[in-house]
């Protein structure tokens, strides 16, 4: 139990062009999810926390016009990463909470994210 | 959130325990202390938590210190699989957010 997917697995796009990522939790609703990126040879970043039916709260430093959160059921949060740059190349990770009073996050398989 | 040390690197041979340290010393009484590892290209995978009580599942043992400011990861026989960076985080589990710091690169060698 507990497995959360996501997609695209990886993605190349155009300069200036948006790019949507989905996640999903398969076997459980989750009214939380989270999203990370990840550089080469980095640790993963919190970039936002995504509650299920309000707005998104961002950490520091993360654009919200920029990354646009969506989570509009108990099971799929959506990343638009928008007018994309080559700065925005990364490993993009979402992890999602059961509502079931079981606190432990399951993460997703990653999207890697290319733009040229 | 807790901040977490690990050491950067370990080696381990193949079919041998990986005991991985991790301090925390500024832990508090109510923030568990969570395992995760990632292998190279994926998604972290949660192996186990614990609050103060000695833990173990069919993936690993986590011993807590008593006065819980260090913890020791247990793979029992580490394989080649095991070979992972690996994430010790204290997490307040009332809504609270998963902080990964640098982690241990588990290197399992035959």
């Known amino acids: 139990g507990a497995v959360v997917s996501q997609h695209p697995s990886r993605v190349i796009c155009k300069s200036g062009t948006s790019v949507k990522i989905e996640c999903r939790s398969l076997d459980f609703q989750a009214t939380t999810m989270f999203w990370y990126r990840q550089f080469p040879k980095k640790s993963l970043m919190l970039m936002a926390t995504?509650?299920?039916?309000?707005?998104?709260?961002?950490e520091q430093g993360v654009e919200k016009d920029k990354f646009l959160i969506n989570h509009a059921s108990l099971t799929l949060s959506t990343l638009t990463v928008t007018s994309a740059h080559p700065e925005d190349s990364s490993f993009y990770i979402c992890s999602a909470r059961p509502w079931s009073g079981q606190e432990t996050q399951y993460f997703g398989p990653g999207t890697r994210l290319l733009v040229l | 959130d807790a901040k977490t040390t690990q050491p950067p690197s370990m080696d381990c041979a193949e079919g041998r325990a990986a005991n991985l340290p991790c301090n925390h010393s500024t832990i508090s009484g109510n923030e568990y202390v969570y395992w995760y590892r990632q292998i190279h290209s994926q998604g972290p995978q949660y192996i186990i938590h614990g609050l103060k009580n000695n833990e173990t599942n069919e993936m690993a043992s986590l011993i807590i210190t008593e006065d819980r400011k260090s913890s020791t990861l247990i793979l029992p026989h580490a394989t080649l699989r095991d070979t992972a960076v690996y994430y010790c985080?204290?997490?307040?589990?009332?809504?609270?957010?998963?902080?990964f710091g640098q982690g241990t690169e588990l290197s399992v060698k035959p």
């Open positions: 985080i204290g997490y307040y589990n009332q809504g609270g957010k998963l902080i």
């Open positions: 995504s509650n299920e039916g309000s707005k998104a709260t961002y």
